[in-house]
Nanobody
Framework: QVQVVQSGGGLVQAGGSLRLSCTAS????????MGWYRQAPGKQREMVAT???????SYAGSVKGRFTISRDNAKNTVYLQMNSLNSEDTAVYYC?????????WGQGTQVTVSS
């Protein structure tokens, strides 16, 4: 059974940094890609950053230049380094692992940026 487990997040002041981690386990197929989405109160879930296996990263325009996504393929882990955080980044962040073209979501983690 595939599990996608996130860690990191929390409360940070505006201008600060946080790092999220996410590890996928239990799969028998290859990982096609991993990434991060977020959902703010009253808003739809939106893509933050994704990185396909063997490909380059993609970022939402609102985080480009501030967030960095990276993967450790040997550990089936994806990271999201978030710098220069602002109140607009406050949301629940979800990790996604695409395995054999099926989507598996992490449990979500709250990121709150105080001004």
């Amino acid at each position: 059974q595939v599990q996608v487990v996130q860690s990191g997040g929390g409360l940070v002041q505006a201008g600060g940094s946080l790092r999220l981690s996410c590890t996928a386990s239990g799969m028998r197929s290859r990982i096609n890609g991993m990434g991060w989405y977020r959902q703010a109160p009253g808003k739809q879930r939106e893509m933050v950053a994704t990185i396909p296996t063997g490909g380059g990263p993609s970022y939402a325009g609102s985080v480009k230049g501030r967030f960095t996504i990276s993967r450790d393929n040997a550990k089936n882990t994806v990271y999201l380094q978030m710098n220069s955080l602002n109140s607009e980044d406050t949301a629940v962040y979800y990790c996604i692992a695409i395995i054999n073209y099926e989507h598996y979501w992490g449990q979500g983690t709250q990121v709150t940026v105080s001004s």
